[in-house]
């Protein structure tokens, strides 16, 4: 079984969409951690594309406060703006959809999947010390987790915690890491979206562990017409400035 594992999409259809066609026919199956709106122009678009693939969604933090669980108040002003903008947009039908998601981890053919810690669906992982903690009390040899927006993660073997670092080639291009017996992985797909790690092409992964397998892909999008359907909806200025840096 081939998952698609995509992240932290936030509202970014034409990023969702290039990802999409770029592997079309390489999976059967397609999880999402979360984050499915937010800092986007198209909440409503990008809900009904994950409803049509029926892919199994958790919730993220952008989830709760764009469909009102959750008050956004911990967020900063332009991320919160944007969760209240969030809310007026979409249709009622979608904003029931992501109230319901459920709540991190979720177990799957040998996979664990959360939108931020094990512990702690909003939880940044960001560090060799944080990841130390989820690899440590891992329910399973693999996890997937988001919420960060940075592409790769965390090897633990014997001794150390490994750092994983890709070198995805220019263009559409993916690098393969394989699965080892005995190591405990927490591996971030990338976001979708609004990716931060410097690269701005969409980030998202193809796990296929009963070929040891799990392929970080990079996917260039129209990044421009993103901006103009952001410039046109008002939303906040550096929101409309960073995906094209990939920050
Ligand atoms: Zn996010």
């Not at 109230?99 to 960001?126: C, I, N, W």
């Not at 405990?184 to 397998?213: K, M, W």
């Not at 799990?214 to 260039?220: I, L």
Request: with cysteine.
């Amino acid at each position: 079984m081939r998952y698609l594992i995509l992240s932290d999409i936030h509202a970014n259809v034409t990023s969702l969409e290039a990802a999409l066609a770029a592997v079309e026919g390489k999976w059967d199956r397609v999880i999402c951690l979360g984050d499915v709106v937010g800092y986007g122009p198209d909440p409503n678009e990008v809900v009904d594309k994950i409803r049509a693939l029926d892919a199994i969604t958790i919730r993220g933090n952008h989830d709760k406060a764009g469909s009102g669980l959750e008050d956004a108040a911990d967020f900063n002003p332009v991320a919160r703006a944007v969760a209240l903008w969030t809310r007026e947009k979409l249709t009622p039908d979608n904003l029931d959809y992501l109230q319901k998601l459920p709540t991190g981890p979720l177990e799957l053919d040998g996979m664990s999947f959360v939108h931020g810690a094990l512990r702690d669906e909003d939880e940044y992982v960001f560090t060799q010390a944080q990841a130390l903690e989820g690899l440590l009390e891992a329910p399973l040899p693999v996890t997937f987790f988001g919420h960060t927006h940075l592409q790769g993660g965390f090897i633990l073997d014997e001794t150390n915690v490994e750092v994983v670092r890709l070198k995805v080639p220019p263009g559409v291009g993916s690098a393969k890491i394989d699965i080892v017996d005995g190591k405990t992985y927490l591996l971030n797909p990338g976001s979708v979206g609004q990716p931060r790690d410097g690269d701005p092409r969409a980030g998202f992964a193809i796990a296929e562990l009963s070929n040891h397998s799990v392929e970080f892909w990079r996917v260039p999008y129209e990044v421009s017409a993103v901006q103009e359907r952001m410039t046109r909806a008002g939303l906040p200025e550096p929101l409309i400035a960073r995906i094209a840096f990939g920050r």
